[in-house]
Each structure stands twice: as C-alpha cells, then as structure tokens.
C-alpha cells in the first residue's frame, strides 16, 4: 500500500550512525538487491569503503598474475591476411622509408639534368650505405632502371630502403637513418629532401594520437572539476563524483592490463574507455547526489534521504548501466578486433561504477552526512547546495503538456531538417595526409612524394608464401614481378612506380604504389584493379602460392567492407535488447518505443551535422581542418552504440521522476512537469560535463577525433534540450495516462490530484519502486 503520510513516531535507532534503511514506519524497508546491497553498505559503510578500495588495489595488481605478450589485433578481409602470412614467419616486418629529391623552385630542372639534385642522392645513397647493417635493398635514380626512380614530369628523384631487423634493433637503425638524411639536408639547403614512409608516417600517427588522447584528459579533468563545483558549490560534494568516477576508471585499466593478454587493446581505445568512465561515473554519482540532497532539503535525516535515493535513483542507475553494457556488446557483431579491447574496457568500467554506486557511493554519504556540502565555494555554495525544481524547464514544460501535438512537431521537424545531410553521408577513412595536417614535416613530405609518385609514400603491401612453406622468392616469383613493372607502365592499370621486392623469412612482400590518395575512390578502384585483375594475370598461373593484398589503403577498404555488412545486426541487436530493457524497467512497450524513437531522431540530426560540417566542408576554418570529402568510417557506429548508452541515462532518470510522481497520485501532466522539472539540475549539470568534455576533442590534431568531439557534442546537447525539453514531455503528454497504465496492471493507483506535490513524495516501502 502507498503511504499517504507521514508517523508522528519515530523509531528509536533512526538517526544513529549504524540505523538500517527504513520506511516512515520504522519497519526495515523490503526490496529488490540494490536496496538490500546498498542498506547493507550505509549500516557496514567501513567495510564497504575499505572492500571498494580493496577491489581497486586487486584490479591493479592482477595484471602481475598473467604474464606473456599483449594480443595483436588483426585487419579483416585480404589486408588481414597478408598480416598473417607476414607474422607466421616470425621474422619482423618489411618497413620501408622513401626519401624525395627535388628542387625547391616551382619550375625546377629535370632530374637527370642537375647536377646539384643527382649530388644529392649520391650523397644520400653513400649516407645511407655507411650506417653498415641499418638499410638494406636500396633503390635510386642511380641505379638500373633508373626511369623507375624518376617521376612522370621529370623534376623529382626517390631514393628508397628497407629498415634492416632485427626487431630489437629497428629502433637503432632507424635513428641512424635519419641522422643520415639529415646530414644530407644540411648540406644541400638549396634541395628539397624530405622523408616518409611505414616508420616515420606510423610514428608520427601514433605521436599524435597519445599526444592528442593526453592533452584531452589533461584539458577535460579541470574542466569537469570545475563544473562539478559549480553545480555543487562544494569541494567535498564535487569530489564524490571524480573519486568514484577515477577509482572506476584506474582498477578498469588494471583489468585491461589483464584482458589485453587475451584481447587486443590499443591507446585509442584506453582514452575513450577513460572518458566513457568519467561520464558514466559522474551522471550516477549526480542522479544519487541529487534525489539525496533533494530529501535531506524536504526534512529527512540522512538515512531517510539514501533509502529513497537507493530506492529510485538507485534502481535508474542499475538499469541504465545495464543498457549501456549492452548497447556496448552490440560492436562485437561488426567482428572487428579493434571493437573487442574498447568493448571489454567499456562494460568493464561500467559494471565497476554500478557496483561502486550502489556500495562505494551511498557508504561515503552516510559517513559524511551533512559534511558533504562543507568546503563552500564562496557566494556560491549556499546557493547551490539546496536541491530545488528547475523553474526554466518547469515552464517549457508546462508550455509542451498544454499543446503537446503543436511543440512536439516542430521540434521533430527541426530535428529532421537537421539530419537530412546524412543522406549523403560518405564513409570514407581518411589517409594519413588527410587525418594529419601538412604542418607535420612526414605529413608534408608524403603529400609531395605523392604528387610526384602516386601511391608511394603508402603503397599496397602484396604478402606471397609457399603453401609447403618453403622460400617464396623463387626466379619464377621474379618474373612474375617483371609482369607487375610492365603492367605500371602501362596507363589506366592503376599502379605505379617505384614497384620493390623483399624477402621476409620464407614470405616476400611486394609494395605496389596505387594511383590515388590512399583512401579515396580512385585509390579504393586502384587496389581493386590489383586484386581482381592484375595479381591474378601476374601470379594465377604460379601453383602453390597464398598471397593477399594489405597497405594502408587495402585496411580501411576491407574494414568499411566488413562494417558496413554488419552494422544492421549492430543496429537490431542494440534496438531490440534496449526495448526489452525498458519495458522490464517500465512494464510499458509505449514508453519503451517513444524513448527509443527519441534517440534515434537525436543521433540522426547528430549525423546530419556531422556530415555538414565534415564531409561539405563547413566551418573548416574555424575548426581547424580541411575536409576530404567523407566521414570516418568507424564513427557513425561508434556513436550510435556509444550515444544510444549514454542518453539512456537521461531517459531512465527522467522517466523514473515521472512515473514516480504519477504513481503517487499526480495527473498525467502535473507528474510531467514535476518530473521534467526535477531531474532539470541533474540532466543539465551531466550534459554540460559531458559536451565539455566532448568539445575538447575539436582542439585535437587529427580530423577523425575532431569528429567524434563534435557529434558527441552536438547529440548530448539535442539530448538535454530538444529531446529532454520538449519532444519526451510532449510525447508523454499524448499518451497521457496510457503510458503507465500496463505497468500498474490490477493494482491501480491512487485517486489523481489535480495537483502535483509541491515537494519530494512521502517516503514508501522500497518494494514499490518507479523502476523495478
């Protein structure tokens, strides 16, 4: 039965530090798991701190009891096979560098011509020649063949290398190298000498990335500390969300340590997976932080204050940390290894900070008490330590329920106008060029030699093997390659020169240079000329060879290819669990449905913006990038999987506010607008965390993380504001009381009030939870 009041009585252990949580009678309060974990956590709160930082040190230090090399990702389709054959000989890796001659006036003379341009590569190649042991297979303008080392027009020369192994000392040879090249600028400042190729373009991807993911979690933790201290106005209230959130976030990484033993986990992945982290961590330390502060502010002692929040918003962060965990699991359809590490690390720091939120968080309050809103913040902290209703969206909300069908629509249609880019949506990777501006000197560097040599900078990467795993690099195999240098010869075939050869253990791997720029259409029909024509007349006749085609142009086209054949499961994998989640969490497949729709209208227009500004090329400027004509192709999924997570949280959250009210007794639209209104300081407080930290990435280097910083910005704050605002109170308004009616069933309700209660509900037994 609801309580429609309040005891006179009360009990005599309520209010002592060990009480139980209870109900307004006095009784211990009967419910579901989290409200029995987290009475257990406020009665045993030491041992629940001590057992939580326990967990932490374990996570930490479980890394130690496995020990062996890290799993390594595989590319899918034919660039993931040419991986393979390249690893099972257990010889290293071809890793070659390409250096590019040419004089710096824009009319230079012809190669062959200059003096000064062939003293160069002379001075190069004896450069190159006296590191001993550190290059091998060199190739120049000097050589044989030479017309192979010279561009179509003439005025430029390439000199290329392999970097010689051992694995161990790559690195030292490499260093030596470009001392080398170096000395040789030095001396010839009046010619164009410039380097790039697998180590130096690799390297400078990979310093811009760690680079890029450093400066966002340096930027984005003082930025969050900030706003948590706004929206607090309290040091030690501020800290609760950061402590859970980084002590999720460091036992995570310890677990990954572990896991990456099995599954592959790159940087990239850590950093979102720390972002994801924080947010999550923040949202439910901030929907705990506020129902608790809210009850405390009505007259309800601590302990009062965290069984209703254990009870409700307890029970809406369980359930959206099970809907972002699976949503999450939804990447595993794509069969991308590069998905699996950033899954296991996002349902891993999940999972963490549910547990830490209905154990760590609630002990932590119960031990501080009122203590909490101590460390004030000066002409801010009495003003924002009291939880009040949001009167700015009580009155949007107010102006929605009164014309729901007229509010509803134009916000629907502005959200549809917004997406309608996304039609023409093109999902291309960008190349290393693109990604990197040309201020990177590797970056340039390719850019020119691309110029002058199509597709030598990151040419394609053809493994060969025997099947009886004997040497490969037979005179057959070398005639074949012969083949391969007429077909480069020949216009319209699209490859190129320089074509080169090298052994790798019993495997050779042939770089093949294709017209283009590395990712884009004409480079994409390139790679599928070699493989579906031109390999094929060069070695379909030789019996008992496996080869594959890899390269930085055969690794996105063969991950776009995979992605794009899977993302439909992804698609009604997530819809549908998502559906089942909610309708277990609110017993009504309408409101399941609606919140559903509501999503996908959100990340929709965030796609439409996406593609406007990125892929057309607006606001470049102001920006910071140069668009090549697509959107990166892991990006819309990624969104899709990792926004349709997070923007739960707002749904449950608000919906549990409404349901709760309505269930007391409110009408339809009065339970509405105190829902909306109440939840206002959470969703606003989270969602400007959160868009904080995503606009963050618009300052990074690289054009696919600027990106992902603005459709993450843009759809969390469609979420907060349009969706939140208008279209949810308006779609609740038009189902009225038919949106909970299922979930009530037999038991009914009380009689509505015409009005809503001016305050928090009276305290109920926990078993009649919003959101069982």
């Not at 009360?10 to 009967?30: E, W």
């Not at 990712?519 to 994409?524: E, K, L, Q, V, Y």
């Not at 698609?571 to 969490?585: D, E, H, P, T």
């Amino acid at each position: 039965m609801l309580r429609k009041g309040k005891s006179n009585h009360t009990p005599p252990d309520k209010g002592r530090p060990d009480a139980p949580l209870t109900s307004d009678s006095g009784r211990p309060a009967r419910g579901g798991i989290v409200e029995t974990v987290a009475g257990w956590s406020v009665r045993h709160r030491a041992l629940a701190i001590t057992g939580w930082l326990a967990l932490v040190v374990v996570a930490v230090l479980s890394s130690t009891l496995i020990s062996g090399h890290d799993a390594r990702s595989t590319d899918p389709g034919g660039a993931g096979k040419a991986q393979q054959i390249v690893r099972a000989q257990d010889d290293g890796d071809s890793i070659r560098e390409n250096v590019l001659i040419q004089s710096r006036e824009a009319d230079g003379p012809q190669f062959t011509e200059s003096p000064r341009l062939r003293s160069a590569a002379e001075e190069l190649v004896l450069a190159l020649r006296g590191t001993g042991e550190a290059v091998r297979d060199i190739g120049s303008p000097l050589d044989g063949n030479s017309e192979r080392w010279v561009s179509d027009d003439g005025r430029s020369g390439l000199v290329t290398f392999e970097i010689s192994g051992p694995i161990e000392k790559q690195k030292q040879h490499y260093t030596a190298v470009v001392d080398a090249v170096k000395k040789v600028q030095d001396s010839h400042p009046q010619v164009r000498i410039v380097q790039a190729g697998d180590r130096s373009l690799n390297a400078v991807v990979d310093d811009a990335i760690k680079d890029d993911f450093k400066r966002a979690e340096v930027t984005s933790l003082p930025l969050t500390l900030v706003i948590l201290l706004v929206v607090f106005g309290s040091l030690i209230a501020a800290g609760i969300p950061l402590l859970l959130s980084a002590t999720a976030v460091v036992a995570t990484f310890g677990l990954l340590q572990t896991i990456g033993k099995v599954v592959p986990v790159n940087s990239a992945a850590s950093s979102i997976v720390l972002l994801i982290g924080m947010a999550v961590g923040i949202d439910y330390s901030l929907f705990y932080l506020r129902r608790e502060r809210e009850e405390r502010h009505a007259g309800r002692d601590t302990h009062q204050a965290l069984a209703i929040a254990a009870r409700t918003s307890g029970h809406a962060v369980v359930v959206s940390g099970i809907t972002v965990m699976v949503c999450v699991c939804g990447l595993l359809f794509s069969g991308l290894d590069v998905f699996k590490g950033l899954t296991a690390g996002t349902v891993v720091v999940v999972g963490l900070t549910v547990i830490g939120s209905v154990t760590v968080l609630p002990a932590l309050l119960a031990a501080l008490g009122h203590r909490i809103d101590k460390a004030r913040v000066p002409w801010l902290g009495r003003r924002r330590t009291v939880a009040r209703e949001s009167r700015t969206w009580s009155s949007v909300a107010r102006t929605v329920v009164r014309r729901p069908a007229l509010t509803g629509g134009i916000a629907a249609l502005v959200l549809v106008a917004m997406a309608l880019p996304a039609l023409g949506m093109r999902l291309q990777d960008p190349a290393t060029t693109d990604s990197l501006p040309r201020s990177v000197a590797p970056v340039d560097a390719a850019v020119r030699m691309n110029d002058a040599f199509p597709g030598a900078a990151s040419p394609a990467r053809v493994a060969i093997s025997t099947k009886d795993g004997t040497s490969a690099d037979t005179p057959a195999l070398r005639e074949a390659i012969d083949v391969l240098h007429k077909e480069a010869a020949t216009p319209g075939n699209g490859i190129a020169e320089p074509i080169t050869a090298v052994p790798v253990g019993d495997a050779m791997v042939v770089r093949v240079p294709l017209v283009g720029k590395g990712t884009d259409d004409t480079s994409n029909r390139s790679l599928e000329k070699l493989r579906d024509t031109v390999l094929p007349a060069a070695l379909g006749n030789m019996e008992g060879l496996d080869y594959a085609v890899g390269g930085k142009t055969a690794q996105p086209y063969d991950f776009a290819k995979q992605l794009n054949s899977r993302t439909a499961a992804v698609f009604v994998f997530i819809l549908a669990l998502a559906f089942v989640l909610l309708v277990i969490a609110f017993r009504s497949w309408s409101i399941s449905l609606v919140s559903i729709l509501l999503n996908l209208l959100s990340i929709g227009a965030a796609y439409g913006v996406l593609t406007w500004v990125f892929q057309e090329g607006h606001l470049g400027s102001l920006l910071g990038f140069t668009s090549y004509g697509g959107v990166v192709a892991w990006l819309p999924l990624f969104m899709f999987v990792i926004l349709f997570g997070l923007s739960m949280d707002y749904h449950i959250f608000i919906l549990s506010r409404i349901k709760e009210r309505w269930t007391n007794g409110a009408t339809s639209r009065d339970a509405i607008v105190g829902g909306i209104s109440s939840s206002a300081g959470v969703v606003t407080s989270a969602a400007v965390i959160m868009t904080a930290v995503f606009t963050v990435f618009v300052s990074l280097t690289a054009i696919e993380y600027k990106m992902m910083g603005i459709g993450m910005a843009v759809a969390i704050l469609i979420d907060a504001t349009i969706v939140r605002g208008v279209l949810l109170p308006a779609a609740m308004a038009l189902l009225g009381d038919r949106a909970w009616s299922a979930s009530q069933g037999r038991r009914g309700r009380p009689a509505a009030r015409h009005t809503a209660a001016p305050g928090p509900e009276p305290v109920r037994p926990v078993s009649q939870s919003p959101v069982q």
